[in-house]
Nanobody
């Protein structure tokens, strides 16, 4: 099983980044895929999740209206489009897969997810 994140980087406040999570080794449709982030000194939190088979999405309140999650089922890849970035969005962003049809469930049960990527750094300067 592999989850490989890409697309992180340094951006000014107000800018945009698009993260991608390429997955392999499991049945994509049976899982929900989520983006999580961890800032220095803070707990890992769910940012946005999508249930590929269930067709549901979930967003943390802090990113609603700014971030959009989507899946490319042909490529077993999940994207996170991040717009209007703020310095408080600075963190390491991880993607994870949990065997559930409910996006909100895997976003809430952070450490219950089955597979994790290595993470990608997102830094937003003020």
């Amino acid at each position: 099983v592999q989850l490989v994140e890409s697309g992180g980087g340094l951006v000014q406040a107000g800018g945009s980044l698009r993260l991608s999570c390429a997955t392999s080794g499991f049945t994509f449709d049976d899982y929900a895929i989520g983006w999580f982030r961890q800032a220095p000194g803070k707990e890992r939190e769910g940012v946005s999740c999508i249930s590929v088979g269930g067709g549901t999405t979930h967003y943390a309140d802090s990113v609603k209206g700014r971030f959009t999650i989507s899946s490319d089922n042909a490529k077993n890849t999940v994207h996170l489009q991040m717009n209007s970035l703020k310095p408080e969005d600075t963190a390491i962003y991880y993607c994870a897969a949990g065997r559930s049809r409910f996006a909100d469930y895997i976003c809430a049960d952070v450490w219950g997810n089955d597979y994790w990527g290595q993470g990608t750094q997102v830094t937003v300067s003020s």
